[in-house]
């Protein structure tokens, strides 16, 4: 079955600085892989997906992120930090019957001025 | 730019009241899904539909959940007994056809459970 594990329930970087959340995922099949993001009381947001074909899957917003078989990672990265990317970050996975998306606990992204 | 919209934005009720959460998922999608967020957890699978029957349904979506499309628009989602655990964020989502199509997620509708 597929599951994903985000590493860091709360991730706390200075305005300019390099945006780092981590993920890791179980799938028996080639994974379908998500970055959502969900702004305080409002609905989750895609940033960026990975199907199939090149690795590193550029989003909105700046954010990208690199799929990495040999380490099961899909981990978000952004080069320089907003005060609006605060927010709350959830990789996910689809399930292999093609139905519903697993998402992960969750990262809490704060910017400090 | 098409989007999913739900309705109510938050409902309040009373422990072991029904309520039906409301969604129109994008014109020309094919699978429909509802999600919940328990407050400060993760979001969880509850139920997927396609071709007017449920296709996948988590361990969550017991006997006291339904789901329904009436009117070829709407797909709603009801809860016939409500408990105070019921209390989330319920989010609706579609997807188009193909493999690779994302799923588009409403803006949520939370429900409060007195």
């Known amino acids: 079955a597929q599951s994903v594990t985000q590493l860091g329930s709360h991730v706390s970087v200075s305005e300019g600085a390099l945006v780092l959340l981590r993920c890791n995922y179980s799938?028996?099949?080639?994974?379908?892989l998500f970055w959502y993001v969900q702004y305080p009381n409002q609905g989750l947001q895609l940033l960026l997906k990975y199907t199939t074909g090149a690795t590193l899957v550029k989003g909105i917003n700046g954010f990208e992120a690199e799929f990495k078989k040999s380490e099961t990672s899909f981990h978000l990265t952004k080069p320089s930090a907003h005060m609006s990317d605060a927010a709350e970050y959830f990789c996910?996975?689809?399930?292999?019957?093609?139905?519903?998306?697993?998402f992960g606990s969750g990262t809490r992204l704060s910017i400090r001025p | 730019e098409p989007e999913v919209t739900q309705t109510p934005s938050h409902q309040v009720t009373q422990m072991g009241q029904e309520v039906i959460l409301r969604c129109v998922p994008i014109?020309?999608?094919?699978?429909f899904y509802w999600y919940r967020q328990i407050l400060g957890q993760k979001v969880e699978f509850l139920v997927s539909f396609y071709n007017n029957e449920i296709s996948e349904k988590s361990e969550i979506f017991d006997d006291q959940f339904s789901v329904e499309r009436p009117d070829g628009s709407n797909f709603t989602l009801k809860i016939r007994s409500t408990k105070l655990e019921d209390s989330a964020m319920y989010f609706c989502a579609s997807r188009g056809g193909g493999n690779y199509n994302e799923q588009f997620f409403g803006p949520g509708t939370r429900l409060t459970v007195l």
């Open positions: 996910a996975v689809r399930d292999s019957s093609a139905s519903k998306i697993i």
């Open positions: 799938s028996s099949v080639p994974p379908y």
């Open positions: 014109s020309n999608h094919l699978y």
